[in-house]
Protein backbone atom coordinates (compact mmCIF):
# COMPACT_ATOMS: atom_id res chain seq x y z
CA UNK A 1 0.00 0.00 0.00
CA UNK A 2 1.22 3.17 -1.10
CA UNK A 3 1.38 6.08 0.92
CA UNK A 4 -0.68 9.31 -0.26
CA UNK A 5 -1.34 12.90 0.32
CA UNK A 6 -4.33 15.05 -1.19
CA UNK A 7 -5.49 18.66 -0.43
CA UNK A 8 -8.61 20.22 -0.10
CA UNK A 9 -8.22 23.66 -1.17
CA UNK A 10 -10.72 26.06 -0.53
CA UNK A 11 -11.06 30.27 -1.67
CA UNK A 12 -13.57 33.22 -1.19
CA UNK A 13 -15.70 33.13 -3.53
CA UNK A 14 -15.12 36.63 -3.79
CA UNK A 15 -11.83 35.70 -5.37
CA UNK A 16 -12.84 33.55 -8.08
CA UNK A 17 -15.45 35.82 -9.67
CA UNK A 18 -16.35 34.51 -12.75
CA UNK A 19 -15.32 31.61 -12.56
CA UNK A 20 -17.76 28.21 -12.07
CA UNK A 21 -17.70 28.41 -8.82
CA UNK A 22 -19.50 31.92 -8.58
CA UNK A 23 -21.86 31.38 -11.09
CA UNK A 24 -23.54 28.22 -9.68
CA UNK A 25 -26.37 29.12 -7.73
CA UNK A 26 -25.12 28.53 -4.16
CA UNK A 27 -25.33 29.45 -0.32
CA UNK A 28 -21.70 28.81 0.54
CA UNK A 29 -19.24 32.09 0.29
CA UNK A 30 -16.08 29.69 -1.08
CA UNK A 31 -15.06 27.54 -3.88
CA UNK A 32 -13.14 23.94 -3.63
CA UNK A 33 -10.46 23.06 -5.78
CA UNK A 34 -11.26 20.08 -7.74
CA UNK A 35 -9.42 18.30 -10.83
CA UNK A 36 -10.09 15.58 -13.36
CA UNK A 37 -7.30 12.80 -14.45
CA UNK A 38 -6.39 11.60 -17.68
CA UNK A 39 -7.59 8.53 -18.29
CA UNK A 40 -9.46 8.00 -15.60
CA UNK A 41 -7.12 4.93 -14.37
CA UNK A 42 -8.25 3.94 -10.74
CA UNK A 43 -10.39 7.69 -10.17
CA UNK A 44 -12.45 6.82 -13.44
CA UNK A 45 -14.12 10.00 -14.83
CA UNK A 46 -14.55 11.61 -11.25
CA UNK A 47 -13.57 15.02 -9.61
CA UNK A 48 -10.82 14.30 -6.72
CA UNK A 49 -8.95 16.76 -4.99
CA UNK A 50 -5.52 17.51 -6.07
CA UNK A 51 -2.56 15.10 -4.53
CA UNK A 52 -0.16 12.13 -4.91
CA UNK A 53 1.55 9.45 -4.22
CA UNK A 54 4.27 10.62 -1.55
CA UNK A 55 7.93 11.05 -2.63
CA UNK A 56 10.88 9.54 -0.44
CA UNK A 57 12.34 13.09 -0.79
CA UNK A 58 8.55 15.07 0.92
CA UNK A 59 10.19 16.26 3.75
CA UNK A 60 9.54 19.37 5.56
CA UNK A 61 8.89 21.26 8.59
CA UNK A 62 4.87 20.15 8.61
CA UNK A 63 5.69 16.66 7.76
CA UNK A 64 6.48 14.47 5.01
CA UNK A 65 2.21 14.75 4.50
CA UNK A 66 2.13 18.23 3.79
CA UNK A 67 4.73 18.60 1.46
CA UNK A 68 3.14 15.93 -0.72
CA UNK A 69 0.13 17.65 -0.33
CA UNK A 70 1.83 20.80 -1.38
CA UNK A 71 4.13 19.53 -4.30
CA UNK A 72 1.59 17.72 -5.44
CA UNK A 73 -0.98 20.68 -5.59
CA UNK A 74 1.77 22.88 -7.36
CA UNK A 75 2.65 20.32 -9.80
CA UNK A 76 -0.86 19.62 -11.12
CA UNK A 77 -2.37 23.26 -11.02
CA UNK A 78 0.75 25.63 -10.90
CA UNK A 79 -0.64 26.62 -7.71
CA UNK A 80 2.02 27.41 -5.00
CA UNK A 81 0.60 27.83 -1.58
CA UNK A 82 3.22 29.49 0.46
CA UNK A 83 3.12 32.62 2.98
CA UNK A 84 5.01 34.45 0.15
CA UNK A 85 6.29 34.57 -3.22
CA UNK A 86 9.61 32.68 -3.04
CA UNK A 87 12.80 34.97 -4.30
CA UNK A 88 13.69 32.20 -7.04
CA UNK A 89 10.31 33.09 -8.58
CA UNK A 90 10.25 36.22 -7.91
CA UNK A 91 13.38 36.83 -10.07
CA UNK A 92 12.05 35.32 -12.80
CA UNK A 93 9.77 37.53 -15.06
CA UNK A 94 8.29 34.35 -17.38
CA UNK A 95 7.00 33.04 -13.71
CA UNK A 96 8.22 29.91 -14.67
CA UNK A 97 9.78 28.46 -11.38
CA UNK A 98 9.47 24.69 -10.78
CA UNK A 99 10.32 22.18 -7.93
CA UNK A 100 12.51 19.98 -10.63
CA UNK A 101 14.52 17.49 -8.89
CA UNK A 102 15.11 19.51 -5.61
CA UNK A 103 13.19 17.70 -2.83
CA UNK A 104 11.01 19.50 -1.19
CA UNK A 105 12.85 20.07 1.94
CA UNK A 106 15.85 22.01 0.29
CA UNK A 107 13.13 23.47 -1.86
CA UNK A 108 11.23 24.62 1.60
CA UNK A 109 14.29 26.15 2.66
CA UNK A 110 15.99 27.33 -0.53
CA UNK A 111 12.37 29.73 -1.39
CA UNK A 112 12.59 31.38 1.98
CA UNK A 113 8.73 30.83 2.56
CA UNK A 114 6.29 28.20 4.12
CA UNK A 115 3.56 26.75 3.55
CA UNK A 116 0.26 27.85 4.73
CA UNK A 117 -1.39 26.65 7.15
CA UNK A 118 -2.98 22.76 6.72
CA UNK A 119 -5.23 20.84 8.65
CA UNK A 120 -5.31 16.72 9.17
CA UNK A 121 -8.61 15.72 8.27
CA UNK A 122 -9.16 12.57 7.72
CA UNK A 123 -7.07 9.47 6.21
CA UNK A 124 -8.55 6.64 3.68
CA UNK A 125 -7.28 3.41 2.47
CA UNK A 126 -8.08 1.70 -0.49
CA UNK A 127 -10.48 -0.89 -0.55
CA UNK A 128 -8.86 -4.59 -0.25
CA UNK A 129 -10.43 -5.46 -3.05
CA UNK A 130 -8.41 -3.01 -5.38
CA UNK A 131 -5.71 -3.86 -6.71
CA UNK A 132 -3.78 -0.62 -6.65
CA UNK A 133 -3.87 0.51 -2.84
CA UNK A 134 -3.19 4.01 -1.17
CA UNK A 135 -2.93 4.80 2.24
CA UNK A 136 -3.89 8.58 1.57
CA UNK A 137 -3.82 11.26 4.53
CA UNK A 138 -6.63 14.14 3.29
CA UNK A 139 -5.24 17.60 4.52
CA UNK A 140 -7.64 21.03 4.12
CA UNK A 141 -6.02 24.41 3.37
CA UNK A 142 -8.20 27.43 3.11
CA UNK A 143 -6.90 30.59 1.87
CA UNK A 144 -8.16 33.43 3.02
CA UNK A 145 -8.77 37.24 2.75
CA UNK A 146 -4.79 38.09 4.36
CA UNK A 147 -3.25 35.48 2.04
CA UNK A 148 -2.06 37.76 -0.61
CA UNK A 149 0.40 35.28 -2.34
CA UNK A 150 -1.87 32.91 -2.92
CA UNK A 151 -5.26 34.78 -3.97
CA UNK A 152 -2.36 36.77 -6.48
CA UNK A 153 -2.26 33.32 -7.64
CA UNK A 154 -6.06 32.77 -8.28
CA UNK A 155 -6.98 33.04 -11.89
CA UNK A 156 -3.49 31.41 -13.28
CA UNK A 157 -4.10 28.05 -12.85
CA UNK A 158 -3.51 25.46 -15.58
CA UNK A 159 -4.14 21.54 -15.71
CA UNK A 160 -0.42 19.20 -15.65
CA UNK A 161 -1.08 18.23 -19.24
CA UNK A 162 0.52 14.77 -18.52
CA UNK A 163 -1.67 14.42 -15.63
CA UNK A 164 -5.08 16.35 -15.60
CA UNK A 165 -7.85 17.09 -18.09
CA UNK A 166 -9.41 19.51 -16.06
CA UNK A 167 -9.09 21.80 -12.89
CA UNK A 168 -12.42 23.59 -11.55
CA UNK A 169 -13.71 25.56 -8.82
CA UNK A 170 -17.37 24.45 -7.06
CA UNK A 171 -18.83 25.35 -3.93
CA UNK A 172 -19.89 21.98 -1.79
CA UNK A 173 -23.41 21.98 -1.98
CA UNK A 174 -23.53 23.07 -5.75
CA UNK A 175 -20.93 20.20 -6.12
CA UNK A 176 -23.30 18.08 -4.03
CA UNK A 177 -26.34 18.94 -6.30
CA UNK A 178 -24.61 18.18 -9.54
CA UNK A 179 -23.59 14.95 -8.61
CA UNK A 180 -27.69 14.07 -8.19
CA UNK A 181 -27.61 13.56 -11.84
CA UNK A 182 -24.28 13.68 -13.64
CA UNK A 183 -21.19 15.02 -11.68
CA UNK A 184 -19.77 11.73 -10.54
CA UNK A 185 -17.42 11.59 -7.35
CA UNK A 186 -15.61 8.88 -5.38
CA UNK A 187 -16.34 7.75 -1.66
CA UNK A 188 -14.03 9.86 -0.22
CA UNK A 189 -14.90 13.39 -2.25
CA UNK A 190 -18.39 12.89 -1.94
CA UNK A 191 -17.74 12.17 2.34
CA UNK A 192 -16.04 15.36 2.44
CA UNK A 193 -18.15 17.25 0.31
CA UNK A 194 -21.38 16.39 2.52
CA UNK A 195 -19.27 17.57 5.48
CA UNK A 196 -17.95 20.50 4.11
CA UNK A 197 -21.23 21.78 2.64
CA UNK A 198 -22.71 22.17 6.59
CA UNK A 199 -20.61 25.13 6.40
CA UNK A 200 -22.28 28.42 4.09
CA UNK A 201 -19.01 30.67 5.01
CA UNK A 202 -15.43 29.51 4.69
CA UNK A 203 -14.35 31.70 7.69
CA UNK A 204 -16.39 28.81 9.79
CA UNK A 205 -15.24 26.14 8.07
CA UNK A 206 -11.31 27.58 8.99
CA UNK A 207 -12.40 27.78 12.54
CA UNK A 208 -13.87 24.56 12.71
CA UNK A 209 -10.74 23.38 11.20
CA UNK A 210 -8.71 24.54 14.31
CA UNK A 211 -10.36 22.56 16.22
CA UNK A 212 -9.73 19.33 14.61
CA UNK A 213 -8.73 16.60 16.59
CA UNK A 214 -5.54 15.32 14.78
CA UNK A 215 -5.44 11.65 16.70
CA UNK A 216 -8.78 10.97 15.42
CA UNK A 217 -8.48 12.11 12.17
CA UNK A 218 -5.29 9.87 11.75
CA UNK A 219 -7.75 6.88 12.14
CA UNK A 220 -7.82 5.04 8.52
CA UNK A 221 -11.38 5.16 7.04
CA UNK A 222 -11.66 1.95 4.56
CA UNK A 223 -14.79 1.81 3.29
CA UNK A 224 -16.58 -1.95 1.90
CA UNK A 225 -18.97 -1.78 -1.33
CA UNK A 226 -21.20 -3.80 -1.62
CA UNK A 227 -24.19 -4.02 -4.17
CA UNK A 228 -27.81 -3.92 -2.76
CA UNK A 229 -30.70 -6.04 -4.37
CA UNK A 230 -32.10 -2.65 -5.53
CA UNK A 231 -28.73 -1.78 -7.77
CA UNK A 232 -28.42 0.57 -5.16
CA UNK A 233 -23.81 0.76 -3.92
CA UNK A 234 -23.22 0.84 -0.44
CA UNK A 235 -20.31 2.18 1.27
CA UNK A 236 -19.81 0.62 4.94
CA UNK A 237 -17.33 2.91 7.10
CA UNK A 238 -15.90 1.30 10.50
CA UNK A 239 -18.58 1.80 13.10
CA UNK A 240 -21.52 1.31 11.23
CA UNK A 241 -22.85 -2.02 12.41
CA UNK A 242 -22.66 -3.63 9.36
CA UNK A 243 -19.53 -2.97 8.91
CA UNK A 244 -18.12 -6.32 8.29
CA UNK A 245 -14.96 -8.31 10.09
CA UNK A 246 -12.03 -8.11 7.70
CA UNK A 247 -10.27 -10.71 9.85
CA UNK A 248 -12.96 -13.53 9.12
CA UNK A 249 -13.52 -12.16 5.58
CA UNK A 250 -17.51 -11.43 6.22
CA UNK A 251 -19.96 -9.85 4.01
CA UNK A 252 -22.80 -8.02 5.09
CA UNK A 253 -25.86 -9.54 3.56
CA UNK A 254 -28.96 -7.54 1.68
CA UNK A 255 -31.05 -6.62 4.24
CA UNK A 256 -27.80 -5.10 6.21
CA UNK A 257 -27.82 -2.88 3.41
CA UNK A 258 -31.28 -1.10 3.78
CA UNK A 259 -31.46 1.65 5.65
CA UNK A 260 -35.02 1.83 6.87
CA UNK A 261 -34.20 4.58 9.60
CA UNK A 262 -31.81 7.22 8.83
CA UNK A 263 -31.61 8.57 12.28
CA UNK A 264 -31.24 5.41 13.86
CA UNK A 265 -27.99 4.64 16.02
CA UNK A 266 -24.98 2.54 14.39
CA UNK A 267 -25.00 4.16 10.94
CA UNK A 268 -21.73 5.06 9.09
CA UNK A 269 -22.58 4.26 5.28
CA UNK A 270 -23.22 6.21 2.10
CA UNK A 271 -25.65 5.53 -0.58
CA UNK A 272 -24.56 5.88 -4.25
CA UNK A 273 -25.15 5.14 -7.87
CA UNK A 274 -22.17 3.46 -10.23
CA UNK A 275 -21.37 6.17 -13.04
CA UNK A 276 -21.18 5.12 -16.68
CA UNK A 277 -17.89 6.50 -16.53
CA UNK A 278 -16.61 5.73 -12.89
CA UNK A 279 -17.39 7.09 -9.84
CA UNK A 280 -20.63 7.23 -8.50
CA UNK A 281 -24.03 9.29 -8.69
CA UNK A 282 -26.67 10.53 -5.89
CA UNK A 283 -24.30 9.89 -2.81
CA UNK A 284 -26.12 9.79 0.40
CA UNK A 285 -23.96 10.20 3.44
CA UNK A 286 -25.58 8.56 6.59
CA UNK A 287 -23.82 9.07 9.98
CA UNK A 288 -25.11 8.96 13.63
CA UNK A 289 -22.00 7.44 14.95
CA UNK A 290 -18.74 9.46 15.95
CA UNK A 291 -15.90 7.07 14.85
CA UNK A 292 -14.01 7.58 11.73
CA UNK A 293 -12.68 11.02 10.62
CA UNK A 294 -13.84 14.19 12.93
CA UNK A 295 -16.73 15.74 12.58
CA UNK A 296 -16.53 19.01 10.48
Same mark, same amino acid.
Given at each position: ??????????? &??????????? %?????? /??????? %????????????? #?????????????????????????????????????? &??? %???????????????????????????????????????? $? $??????? #??????????? #??????????????????????????????????????????????????? %???????????? @?????????????????????????? &??????????? /????????? #????????? @??????? &???????????????????????
Amino acid at each position: MRSAASLIVTA &PLAALAGRTAA %RGNTAC /NYGVLMV %RRVGGGSFGGALV #FPGGVQDEQDKGPDGPHVACAIRETYEETGLLLLTAAP &PAL %RARADASFRVSSTSFRDFNSTIGATALRTHALARWTTPRA $Q $QKRFDTR #FLMLNIGDGDK #FALSQLGQEHVQASELVELDWIAPDQALRDNRTTLALLPPQAYMLHELSQF %RRWQDLARRAEL @LDRTVADRPMEPVLSRRSDGRIVALF &PGDRAYPDMQE /NERPGDADL #FCREPHAPG @LHRMEMD &PAPAGGFLATNLIRTVTYGQPRL
